[in-house]
């Protein structure tokens, strides 16, 4: 394998907008959640989109994948589906007299994991050692999974019969959790009218990168600095979760690196090499929100994750990082 080209912070910045400007030719309206998605997919983590069918969630998986130039694939959730359906199988060649593997959907470059949430956990844990370890094991065999990888997953929150609730364990697989909400109707009018002009239902996105050059943008990502405050201040607003009075289980570690590796990625595509606090708030409810239950007896008051969030917000303060010294995009 090729090392991927270095990109500048300023080249991997506008290649990240133009990413973005690509996308939202086709979701239209949504600019501040598909900056979420982009963080995450180039903090290298797997994002997911909860939220009401028809609002684009799909079509947002699929415009990333045909900007970022990855190998894309969808698969569909279902109560029947098996775990050999994701990973692959060994099947019998009668022509040669052997075993072959067939790969499953998750050998790509961005799977669409639609409806996740209606399929058994079985299935659902499939997905686990394939989003953390970037690999499957089938038949005593470990085979890695291609560079990039990444999993964009979708559940409706409203719909509860014939689901199956995703368990901790692998809400916390992913990076952001995030919904795009619905659309202004100026917005909505704007999607039909896109309809009306476009005389077709498809839609296609411009190709901005490919494979090689989003593994650069992802690392340059990793140049991007974080003052001690910042990192300090991410590190309270997680122990905050822990120690609130409606948190049964606040965020682990685990969650304390994902805002940090999140904010890095939001500060690259906003155009600076170090992170400010203000990029922590933006992304700690998508960080955090699924990271965190709430005590089952609070459940009349609606207590949920996010209201925790919110507290320890406002409760932890936000430290005066000054622009690190040479710190410029």
Do not use: C
């Not at 939220?51 to 699929?62: E, F, M, V, Y």
């Not at 619905?182 to 002009?197: F, G, K, L, M």
């Not at 709430?294 to 949920?304: I, S």
Request: a negative charge; zero cysteines; charged letters at 20%.
């Amino acid at each position: 394998m090729t090392e991927s080209p270095s990109l500048t912070p300023s080249d991997a910045s506008a290649a990240a907008q133009s990413v973005l400007d690509a996308v939202e030719t086709a979701v239209v309206g949504k600019r501040e959640s598909l900056e979420l998605v982009l963080t995450g997919i180039l903090a290298g983590g797997h994002v997911l989109l909860e939220d009401l069918p028809g609002l684009g969630k799909t079509l947002a998986a699929r415009s990333f994948a045909q900007a970022l130039g990855l190998p894309f694939t969808r698969a569909q959730f279902t109560p029947d589906l098996l775990p050999a359906d994701l990973t692959g199988a060994e099947v019998f060649d009668q022509r040669t007299g052997e075993f072959v593997f067939r790969p499953g959907p998750v050998f790509t470059g961005l799977l669409l994991a639609d409806e996740i949430n209606r399929t058994p956990p079985k299935t659902q844990s499939a997905l686990l050692e394939a989003m953390q370890e970037r690999q499957v094991s089938v038949e005593g065999t470990t085979r890695r999974l291609p560079a990039p990888f990444h999993v964009l997953a979708t559940a409706n929150p409203i719909e509860h019969e014939g689901t199956y609730p995703l368990p901790e364990a692998q809400l916390d697989r992913f990076l952001l959790r995030l919904s795009f909400g619905y659309p202004t109707a100026e917005q909505e009018w704007d999607v039909v009218s896109r309809r009306i002009d476009r005389r077709r239902e498809e839609q296609e996105v411009s190709q901005v990168l490919d494979a090689e050059r989003l593994l650069a943008v992802q690392s340059a990502v990793e140049d991007v600095h974080v003052e001690d405050a910042v990192g300090h201040y991410a590190v309270e607003l997680v122990a905050a979760t822990r120690r609130h009075q409606h948190a049964l289980v606040g965020a682990s570690p685990r969650g304390t690196l994902a805002l940090i590796t999140s904010a890095r990625a939001l500060a690259l595509i906003r155009g600076r090499t170090y992170v400010v606090p203000e990029d922590l708030k933006d992304l700690a409810h998508p960080a955090l929100d699924h990271r965190v239950t709430v005590k089952p007896e609070l459940w009349l008051q609606n207590a949920t994750g996010a209201g925790v969030v919110d507290a320890v917000l406002e409760q932890v303060p936000v430290p005066a990082a000054a622009e690190p010294v040479g710190a410029s995009a």
